[in-house]
């Protein structure tokens, strides 16, 4: 096993199990970055001049795409906002405002913030307080999230969302949707599709090829500050068992996931692609498959419970 970088000699700061390769500290960023820039470029995820909106949470994902896109967009005619929903979990979402605010300022990109409370009329802690609903925690708050950081990029006026879903996230939502017999999701899966389902801004994914633990180290290798709090719901949901799941294999059989995620892609790109027909939501005006929309019925649900 060699002991200094197969790019430039320097010492090793991270070896690639899935690929043999050993990299330096600085080269290991680079392969990062490339690596965005090509599943940007094979996707075709930008075009020119595009007025990017970066969803970022505060978290890891969201703070090195944060950062990736800002040295990648330099000078090719596009501009940066980064747009971040603060669901209202004590607690929690304090300290991750905090670094986006931090990273908005030294990266020099404009920051804007919506809140639960702001857009829906209530926190998420306020929802789960007296939640009469059988949805898990994440599945309400994903709902909410999905609708906030589309309303949020309306406002904004961007042309196109980018969020920091991760080849583990996008395996991981894979098996989900198998799990659950959920087939038709798996078309949704396509990166190179244009539109996903009724959302208004077209989304993509930049990290959609890199694995979770090497943009955690991405992100300690470049100093973006890590969040320590965890959230206090993150257990409720099926993705945590799935998640253990897949980094229990991956650890036996390195490289696993990424095989995973190209038998995924493929079959999002040979799925059965039926239109749904979309109708404005009578309440909200969002497009939908149904009248109300999924995400007024939840409301209505979680607005009747804690009036």
Not at 83 to 100: F, K, Q
Not at 132 to 147: D, E, F, P, Q
């Amino acid at each position: 096993m060699s002991s200094t970088c197969d790019t430039c000699g320097k010492g090793v700061f991270y070896r690639r199990a899935y690929s043999g390769e050993s990299l330096c500290k600085s080269c290991f960023a680079d392969s990062i970055e490339d690596k965005a820039k090509k599943t940007i470029a094979k996707y075709g995820m930008f075009r020119h001049a595009d007025f990017i909106g970066v969803a970022v949470s505060g978290g890891k994902d969201s703070l090195s795409l944060f950062r990736v896109l800002s040295r990648i967009v330099a000078g090719h005619g596009s501009r940066l906002v980064a747009l971040t929903i603060d669901e209202g979990i004590e607690g929690y979402r304090a300290e991750s405002l905090s670094y986006v605010k931090e990273v908005a300022e030294q990266l020099g990109v404009p920051h804007l913030l919506y809140s639960y409370k702001e857009l829906f009329g209530f926190t998420l802690d306020e929802a789960l307080k007296d939640r009469r609903t059988k949805l898990s925690s994440c599945a309400i708050c994903g709902t909410l999230r999905r609708r906030a950081i589309d309303v949020a990029a309306t406002k904004a006026g961007v042309t196109v969302l980018a969020t920091g879903h991760n080849l583990d996230d996008m395996v991981q939502t894979f098996i989900i949707n198998l799990l659950n017999g959920d087939l038709k999701r798996i078309a949704w899966l396509n990166a190179s599709r244009d539109s996903e389902n009724g959302f208004r801004v077209r989304r993509v994914h930049p990290f959609l090829e890199i694995y979770e633990k090497e943009i955690a180290l991405y992100a300690f290798g470049n100093g973006i500050p890590l969040q320590t709090i965890p959230c206090p719901y993150r257990d409720e949901g099926i993705r945590s068992s799935v998640r253990a799941c897949l980094n229990e294999m991956e650890e036996k059989h390195a490289g696993m996931k990424y095989t995973l995620l190209k038998s995924a892609l493929e079959l999002s790109e040979k799925a059965i692609v039926e239109e749904p027909h979309l109708a404005n939501c009578s309440k909200c005006g969002f497009p939908s498959t149904s009248d109300p929309c999924s995400v007024c019925s939840l409301l209505d649900a979680v607005r009747s419970a804690t009036v």
